[in-house]
C-alpha cells in the first residue's frame, strides 16, 4: 500500500515517488517494517489516518508567530481558529485552565518552564536517567545539565521504587528551586499530590511531566497531576497517539500567575515560529482522545501490559519492581547472561522491536545496559490482546532463555508474520475509529 495524503492523481510526474524515488523508496521500506514488525517501544505509537493527513496537510505553508489574536504575520485567521480549538480541546480534555499547544516537543515544553522560572545555575531536583528519567531532566551532557546545577532522586534499591520520605529528605538537603516528577521509564503509579507537599515543604515549584502516560491521564486511568503541579508538560506522540509534538498545561491554582509567562517562554524564548501543520495534527488528536473508544484503547493498553508482565514472570524473568501499573515495563536479564544490547539485537532479528534500557544501579554502559524496556501501546492500538499477548511473551522467551537456533529464529519470524497479518497496520484500516470500537466491543465483552 503507498503512503499518500494527496487525492490528486501522481501519474503527472508532480509526487514524491517521480520527483524523488530515493525518498520514496525509503519511506516505503519504513513503512513495509512498521507494517511486518510488532512494535513493543514504549515510547512508539501508531496515529489515526485522520491525525496522519493533519500532519501532511498544506498548513505546513503557512508561517504563524506569536499566539491567536497576537500574530506577527497576516492571513492567520484560520490558523487563529484552529489553534483556539485545540485549545479548548486540551483544556476540556485535562481539566485545565490554560493550555500551550505551541511547543515542537516534550523536551521544549520542558525547557520552555525552566525559562519560566530558573535562572542559570538555579537548582534543580529531578529522577535519575539511570532510574526512569528522561534526558531533559538535566542529565549533565544536555542544555538543561549545563546551564542549572541539576541533582537527582533514585529509586529504592530494594523496592526500585519512589521513596517520597527519602525524595523529601533529599529535597530538604539541596532546596531545589524546582523539581520535577516524571519518567522514561518507570512502570509504577507516581504520587503527584506526594511530590507536590515535597515541594511545597521546600519552596521549590513543581514540574510533572507526563510525556509518556498522558493517554493514561486523559482516560482517567493515572492520577492526573494538572490539580497539583505547578506545569504540567507532555510528548504527544506516545500513549495519546499524536504527532511528534509538545504541549504544556496549567491548573487554576497557576494559571494565573504563569499563563502568559510560560506563553512567552515558549515563543520567543525557546523556539520561532509554531507548527501550523502540528497543531492540526493535535487537535485531532485531542478529538480522538474524548472519545469512549479511546478509554477502551487505555483499558486494554493496561490489561496488555498486565498480561505481559505476568506471563514474562512466570517464565522466570525478573520485572524491575515485581511489575508494572502502566503501559511499560522492564526487564532485568542478568540472570539470563544476556546484556540489553544483545537482547534488543536478537529479537530486533525477527521483527520484535524493543530497546535496551538501564536499570537502576545498573552496572553496565548506557550503551549496553542489563535491561530492556516493553511497552504495549503500538501494539493495542493495533489490536493485539489476550492470547495473542502470551504469545509474544512466548516469542520473546523463545529468544532470550537461550541462544536461539536458525530453527528457532525461523519460527519465531513466521509466528510474527501471522500475528501482524491478524492485525492490520493502522493505515490499512479504512475508517480510523474502527480498530478503537473494536478494542471497546472486545473489553465489554471480557468484562
Known amino acids: 500500500m503507498k503512503i499518500s495524503q494527496d487525492k490528486t492523481p501522481k501519474n503527472d510526474g508532480s509526487g514524491l515517488e517521480s520527483i524523488d524515488p530515493k525518498v520514496f523508496e525509503i519511506i516505503e521500506r519504513e513503512h513495509n517494517r512498521q507494517k511486518d514488525n510488532i512494535e513493543l517501544?514504549?515510547?512508539?505509537?501508531?496515529v489515526s489516518r485522520a491525525v496522519l493527513e493533519a500532519t501532511g496537510s498544506i498548513l505546513t505553508n503557512k508561517v504563524a508567530e506569536g499566539y491567536p489574536g497576537r500574530r506577527y504575520f497576516s492571513g492567520c485567521e484560520n490558523i487563529d481558529e484552529l489553534e483556539n480549538l485545540a485549545?479548548?480541546?486540551a483544556k476540556e480534555l485535562f481539566g485545565a485552565a490554560h493550555a500551550n499547544l505551541e511547543p515542537y516537543t516534550g523536551s521544549q515544553a520542558n525547557h520552555a518552564v525552566y525559562l519560566t522560572v530558573l535562572k542559570p545555575g538555579d537548582r534543580i531536583l529531578g529522577m535519575d536517567l539511570g532510574h526512569g528519567g528522561h534526558l531533559s531532566h538535566g542529565a549533565k551532557f544536555t542544555m538543561t545539565g549545563k546551564i542549572y546545577d541539576c541533582h537527582f532522586y533514585k529509586v529504592d534499591p530494594d523496592t526500585e521504587r519512589l521513596d517520597y520520605d527519602r525524595i523529601l529528605a533529599q529535597a530538604q538537603e539541596i532546596r531545589p528551586k524546582l523539581m520535577i516528577a516524571g519518567a522514561s521509564a518507570y512502570p509504577r503509579t507516581i504520587d503527584f499530590q506526594r511530590f507536590r507537599e515535597i515541594a511545597d515543604q521546600v519552596g521549590a515549584y513543581l514540574l510533572a511531566d507526563i510525556?509518556?502516560?498522558s493517554g493514561l491521564v486523559a482516560a482517567g486511568l493515572h492520577p492526573s497531576p494538572v490539580p497539583y503541579a505547578h506545569f504540567v508538560t507532555s510528548s504527544t506522540q506516545k500513549t495519546l497517539r499524536g504527532p511528534r509534538s509538545g504541549m504544556i498545561l496549567l491548573g487554576e491554582h497557576s494559571a494565573a500567575e504563569f499563563a502568559r509567562k510560560i506563553?512567552?517562554?515558549v515563543f520567543p524564548g525557546v523556539q520561532g515560529a509554531v507548527h501550523v501543520h502540528?497543531?492540526?495534527a493535535k487537535a485531532v488528536m485531542l478529538k480522538e482522545?474524548?472519545?469512549?473508544s479511546f478509554v477502551a484503547y487505555q483499558r486494554q493498553n493496561l490489561e496488555n501490559s498486565q498480561i505481559l508482565a505476568q506471563d514474562l514472570l512466570e517464565r522466570g524473568y525478573r520485572l524491575v519492581s515485581g511489575g508494572t501499573d502502566n503501559h511499560l515495563m522492564l526487564i532485568d536479564l542478568t540472570d539470563k547472561g544476556?546484556?540489553?544490547k544483545e537482547a534488543e539485537d536478537r529479537l530486533a532479528s525477527v521483527r520484535i522491536t524493543v530497546n535496551k534500557n538501564m536499570l537502576p544501579y545498573d552496572s553496565q554502559k548506557p550503551t549496553i545496559c542489563s535491561g530492556i524496556r516493553l511497552g504495549t501501546s503500538a501494539i493495542t492500538?493495533?489490536?493485539?490482546a489476550g492470547e495473542e499477548i502470551h504469545c509474544i511473551a512466548h516469542l520473546i522467551d523463545k529468544m532470550l532463555s537461550s541462544e536461539p537456533t536458525v530453527q528457532t529464529i525461523t519460527k519465531v519470524k513466521n509466528e510474527v508474520s501471522r500475528l501482524c497479518k491478524l492485525h492490520p497496520h493502522i493505515d490499512s484500516i479504512d475508517e480510523p475509529e474502527k480498530s478503537n470500537m473494536a478494542l471497546e466491543r472486545q473489553y465489554q465483552l471480557q468484562h
Open 289 to 292: 482522545a474524548m472519545s469512549p
Open 87 to 89: 485549545i479548548a480541546r
Open 263 to 265: 506563553d512567552s517562554a
Open 211 to 213: 510525556a509518556h502516560i
Open 41 to 46: 517501544i514504549a515510547s512508539a505509537n501508531f
Open 338 to 340: 544476556i546484556t540489553g
Open 278 to 280: 502540528a497543531i492540526a
Open 381 to 384: 492500538t493495533r489490536g493485539f
